[in-house]
């Protein structure tokens, strides 16, 4: 009967007896350091640990976020400002036409997490039916979001824990924190999904009320220039009709106080446009920041198919 030794005690230590034999297993030939990145077992265990996944920025990363959120806002205002300025239904034709676009640096990263996955004899025949007989990850991308129940299965492993290594348990274990993952991949996707749904939805709104605005405005300049063009008929038939001047005047006065009413009117729409530009900023760069995430959490879900694909085709046990 062998049994393993641990290199790290001393002969007396291990309880060596006469006629006790010691077998060496034979390094390979290849320099297994500078071929392999993992070697062993352990090796890959470490660098599965090391490798957590998480959703959450830092709080310095948070206040990178919000500082490019603002400086890039002020940015788009200004702009915006001097295009409402110089013409205001020019500058509505251009954003309901090509939006308001600007460039925002990548907010966040995120690294893959890979696992190992490795399943004892016997009980964890049971789990494995429950975790690769359907195509869990197929399942999750067609909206399907099956509940997955490993109380049972866990229940008996933990009732016969002492029959598994602590190798087999680690398999255990990277089994659900893989399902975990994807679970948690697949419901942040969901949630960016939404946020970016909400977000289009308040840029179509604002869109809306923007057209609406613009044909506003329309009317009001179309009201402006056929006054003005009253006013200098008006101005005609004063020079020519001095009879009727007292008259004409009135009729003068009454409508230059209308055009003030226009212009105050088209001040006024023109404070609603930037009002909405600040609204479509808003929107603009919540659009942004999720579509910048999304990628990310999909090179994530490939990592972890990838994985999962390659652990479902052949299962080490």
Do not use: W
């Not at 009967?1 to 290199?7: A, G, L, N, R, S």
């Not at 600040?278 to 929107?283: G, M, P």
């Amino acid at each position: 009967m062998c049994e393993p030794v641990d290199k790290n005690l001393t002969f007396l230590e291990s309880e060596f007896g006469n006629g006790d034999i010691i077998c060496f297993q034979k390094a390979s030939a290849m320099d297994n350091g500078k071929h392999i990145r993992n070697p062993d077992v352990p090796s890959y265990l470490k660098y599965v640990h090391n490798l957590q996944l998480s959703f959450s920025p830092s709080p310095k990363e948070s206040e990178y976020e919000e500082s490019l959120k603002k400086q890039n806002k002020n940015i788009i205002t200004e702009e915006m400002n001097a295009m409402i300025d110089e013409n205001v239904i020019a500058a509505i034709d251009r954003v309901l036409s090509e939006g308001i676009t600007i460039s925002i640096q990548s907010q966040h990263s995120v690294q893959g997490q890979q696992v190992s996955l490795s399943l004892p004899e016997q009980l964890l025949q049971e789990l494995s039916d429950i975790v690769f007989k359907e195509d869990l990850v197929e399942n999750f991308k067609k909206g399907l979001t099956p509940e997955i129940d490993f109380n049972l299965v866990m229940e008996k492993i933990d009732a016969y824990a002492d029959l598994f290594s602590s190798h087999q348990l680690e398999q255990v274990g990277a089994v659900k924190n893989l399902l975990k993952n994807l679970v948690r991949v697949f419901e942040k996707m969901e949630y960016l999904k939404k946020k970016q749904d909400s977000a289009k939805k308040s840029t179509d709104k604002h869109n809306e009320a923007l057209k609406k605005t613009r044909e506003k405005i329309l009317t009001s300049q179309t009201s402006f220039t056929n006054h003005q063009t009253q006013l200098n008929s008006l101005d005609g038939e004063i020079a020519d009709l001095k009879a009727k001047l007292e008259k004409l005047q009135g009729d003068r006065e009454s409508i230059a106080e209308i055009q003030d009413q226009e212009k105050d009117k088209i001040t006024s729409l023109n404070k609603e446009v930037k009002s909405i530009f600040h609204c479509l900023v808003d929107d603009h760069i919540k659009v942004k920041a999720v579509e910048d995430k999304i990628p990310e959490v999909q090179a994530d879900l490939e990592n972890s198919e990838k994985l999962y694909q390659f652990m479902k085709a052949a299962p080490p046990f």
